[in-house]
């Protein structure tokens, strides 16, 4: 019998859309120093959590939708909410 595969969704960002988001963020010190510093990071991130059983889906975040869905749900600009809109909109995973 085939392993059941687990998904592991992560926030996304284009380089605009880190910068936008970074900036209204209550912890930007998750994020990154630069764009290039996130990236790097979160390529090996997402790298060593694909395995056999899990696969690592990326979710794009464009900063005017994430706003909206946090300010309509009352949370707070940050890693949580980031990661917990990603989880929500996993149909969208590139």
Known sequence: MPMKKHT???PWY???EWE????????PETMGKSYED???AAEENAKQQESPSVAVRKVLLEAE???AY???AGLDINYDTR???AID???NAI
């Open 38 to 40: 996130w990236l790097r």
């Open 83 to 85: 990661v917990r809109y």
């Open 20 to 27: 936008r988001i970074k900036a209204i963020s209550t912890d």
């Open 89 to 91: 909109h996993f149909p």
């Open 14 to 16: 284009s380089r605009d």
């Open 8 to 10: 592991h969704v992560v």
């Open 65 to 67: 939708r994430f706003v």
């Open 70 to 72: 946090a300010r309509g």
